[in-house]
């Protein structure tokens, strides 16, 4: 089973950047597939962004252009860089880890918050 924790979520202005951090343990992080979703209140869950093994990215639409998703495997770690935030971005931010062939496995989520 992979551990997945999220961190960096927080209250900000709209206009105003966060960078989330998503780090995992329990398997080769290099080989999973790992994507940021969110789910704000009264939604369903929606993909955000997700970064391949090999450094394929792809993005929601509502994102594009003012969302980064990266990783860095030395830390067993993947970013999302979310600039130009919106009261639209308010969610819950969750990451998920999915080694191939193997059930995905999710953290906790991080709170986002932008006031308008």
């Known amino acids: 089973q992979v551990q997945v924790v999220e961190s960096g979520g927080g209250l900000v202005q709209a206009g105003g950047s966060l960078r989330l951090s998503c780090t995992t343990s329990?398997?080769?992080?290099?080989?999973?597939?790992m994507g940021w979703y969110r789910q704000a209140s009264g939604k369903r869950r929606e993909l955000v962004a997700l970064?391949?093994?090999?450094?394929?990215?792809n993005y929601a639409d509502s994102v594009k252009g003012r969302f980064t998703i990266s990783r860095d495997n030395a830390k067993n770690t993947v970013y999302l860089q979310m600039n130009s935030l919106t009261s639209e971005d308010t969610a819950v931010y969750y990451c998920e880890a999915h080694p191939p062939g193997r059930p995905s496995s999710w953290g906790q989520g991080t709170q986002v918050t932008v006031s308008s």
């Open positions: 329990g398997n080769i992080f290099s080989i999973n597939t």
């Open positions: 970064i391949t093994s090999g450094g394929t990215t």
